[in-house]
């Protein structure tokens, strides 16, 4: 079946909602206007209850079927990017430095949609916790709603998330019934010598060489102590040192993003690297200082919420156009907090043509909002069938 006729029928409402949440971008979790918005929208919906205040600016509002049954949370995150935006569009962002460059306007007019057609129709058992998060991108507030209580307090059965997907075509669907984000870590080297002139280097302690050394050999960790079937991934990102051609620098620094899937290639990986970085600033006679801070665990699927959401996706959106097995990716995602917490399941929405994610000239198509929405409402009446 396409769009709900009822979706479709307000979907020019959702294309306004996303376009004023476009201008306004928040960041982290200081997401106040984006929050008092969407607490205004439902309270005209008529939904029956809206908890505000969670992770700061997360919101889980909810509504009640038509009798008794379980409790289905549905999220969508807030927060947006610190970049300048490029689109020249009508509704580009009006805060210099920030924009919504990963969507997360579309995902927040998808649940409003979903929210809308469900407190008018309410054709359900049970109730359904709309969960609108902060700090997805930095900080972690899936992390932090789970950690006040989230689950608990609404008695949360399952939770399912939807991320949209530019150049993937519009409407078609992604999942898996396993590991579908990796976990990530960063790593921030920092290495002190001694500095002095570029002409005398035999006086210095020049830590250059050795932050070359510690870059090339990390990529050893992929190549030749992680299993070759074991996905993982270490880029370097970032490399600074020095202030001018002849100066030896007193100090460099890098920093490296590390994904992987399983809590042994994460162990390994932080340890195969305060072993290289202690080792080459032994060698080169620096100073090593080493920050590694474990961030998001992999986002893991259930394998039966993930069948059953295919199934919702194959009904709107057609056989042919949803892959319910398809590879794991390098990316991460806070809503794995919210999968270690309860059974369900993530999948991925294509937009159609368009920039990157977290590209300065990305922009949602509004056109995918009533397909996520309505994506969302029937996943509700499917699971929680009324009557």
């Given at each position: 079946?396409?769009?709900?006729?009822?979706?479709?029928?307000?979907?020019?409402?959702?294309?306004?909602?996303?376009?004023?949440?476009?201008?306004?971008?928040?960041?982290?979790?200081?997401?106040?206007?984006?929050?008092?918005?969407?607490?205004?929208?439902?309270?005209?919906?008529?939904?029956?209850?809206?908890?505000?205040?969670?992770?700061?600016?997360?919101?889980?509002?909810?509504?009640?079927?038509?009798?008794?049954?379980?409790?289905?949370?549905?999220?969508?995150?807030?927060?947006?990017?610190?970049?300048?935006?490029?689109?020249?569009?009508?509704?580009?962002?009006?805060?210099?430095?920030?924009?919504?460059?990963?969507?997360?306007?579309?995902?927040?007019?998808?649940?409003?949609?979903?929210?809308?057609?469900?407190?008018?129709?309410?054709?359900?058992?049970?109730?359904?916790?709309?969960?609108?998060?902060?700090?997805?991108?930095?900080?972690?507030?899936?992390?932090?709603?789970?950690?006040?209580?989230?689950?608990?307090?609404?008695?949360?059965?399952?939770?399912?998330?939807?991320?949209?997907?530019?150049?993937?075509?519009?409407?078609?669907?992604?999942?898996?019934?396993?590991?579908?984000?990796?976990?990530?870590?960063?790593?921030?080297?920092?290495?002190?010598?001694?500095?002095?002139?570029?002409?005398?280097?035999?006086?210095?302690?020049?830590?250059?060489?050795?932050?070359?050394?510690?870059?090339?050999?990390?990529?050893?960790?992929?190549?030749?102590?992680?299993?070759?079937?074991?996905?993982?991934?270490?880029?370097?990102?970032?490399?600074?040192?020095?202030?001018?051609?002849?100066?030896?620098?007193?100090?460099?620094?890098?920093?490296?993003?590390?994904?992987?899937?399983?809590?042994?290639?994460?162990?390994?990986?932080?340890?195969?690297?305060?072993?290289?970085?202690?080792?080459?600033?032994?060698?080169?006679?620096?100073?090593?200082?080493?920050d590694y801070e474990r961030g998001y665990p992999p986002t893991v699927n259930h394998p039966g919420p993930a069948a059953f959401a295919a199934e919702v996706a194959r009904e709107v959106a057609g056989a042919a156009a949803v892959d319910a097995e398809s590879d794991r990716e390098m990316g991460a995602e806070d809503f794995a907090y919210m999968?270690?917490?309860?059974?369900?399941?993530?999948?991925?929405?294509?937009?159609?043509?368009?920039?990157?994610?977290?590209?300065?000239?990305?922009?949602?198509?509004?056109?995918?909002?009533?397909?996520?929405?309505?994506?969302?409402?029937?996943?509700?009446?499917?699971?929680?069938?009324?009557?």
């Amino acid at each position: 079946m396409p769009v709900l006729n009822r979706i479709a029928d307000f979907a020019p409402e959702m294309t306004a909602w996303r376009r004023h949440l476009h201008e306004r971008p928040e960041l982290e979790f200081d997401c106040s206007e984006t929050a008092a918005f969407i607490s205004e929208r439902l309270r005209d919906f008529g939904v029956d209850a809206i908890h505000e205040g969670i992770a700061k600016t997360g919101i889980v509002a909810v509504i009640e079927g038509r009798g008794p049954g379980r409790t289905i949370g549905l999220r969508a995150d807030m927060d947006a990017l610190p970049l300048d935006e490029v689109t020249g569009a009508d509704w580009a962002s009006k805060v210099p430095g920030r924009m919504h460059a990963c969507g997360h306007d579309g995902h927040v007019t998808m649940l409003l949609g979903a929210a809308k057609y469900l407190a008018e129709t309410r054709n359900f058992s049970g109730r359904v916790a709309l969960i609108f998060q902060p700090a997805e991108e930095e900080g972690g507030g899936g992390e932090v709603m789970v950690r006040e209580g989230m689950m608990e307090r609404f008695e949360i059965d399952e939770v399912y998330g939807i991320h949209n997907v530019p150049n993937l075509p519009l409407g078609h669907f992604y999942t898996n019934p396993g590991p579908l984000l990796a976990a990530v870590d960063t790593a921030t080297v920092r290495l002190t010598g001694k500095g002095g002139h570029g002409a005398t280097p035999h006086e210095t302690v020049d830590p250059i060489p050795a932050l070359i050394g510690i870059a090339g050999a990390l990529q050893t960790i992929v190549s030749r102590n992680v299993h070759a079937l074991d996905q993982f991934v270490l880029s370097v990102t970032q490399v600074h040192s020095g202030t001018a051609s002849n100066i030896v620098p007193e100090t460099a620094m890098l920093t490296a993003t590390i994904r992987s899937f399983t809590p042994e290639v994460r162990d390994l990986a932080e340890k195969r690297l305060r072993e290289i970085v202690e080792g080459h600033a032994a060698a080169y006679g620096v100073r090593a200082e080493i920050d590694y801070e474990r961030g998001y665990p992999p986002t893991v699927n259930h394998p039966g919420p993930a069948a059953f959401a295919a199934e919702v996706a194959r009904e709107v959106a057609g056989a042919a156009a949803v892959d319910a097995e398809s590879d794991r990716e390098m990316g991460a995602e806070d809503f794995a907090y919210m999968l270690e917490a309860r059974p369900g399941a993530y999948l991925f929405l294509g937009t159609g043509p368009g920039a990157g994610l977290h590209h300065p000239a990305f922009d949602f198509n509004d056109e995918a909002a009533p397909m996520g929405a309505t994506f969302f409402a029937r996943l509700v009446e499917r699971a929680l069938p009324a009557g």
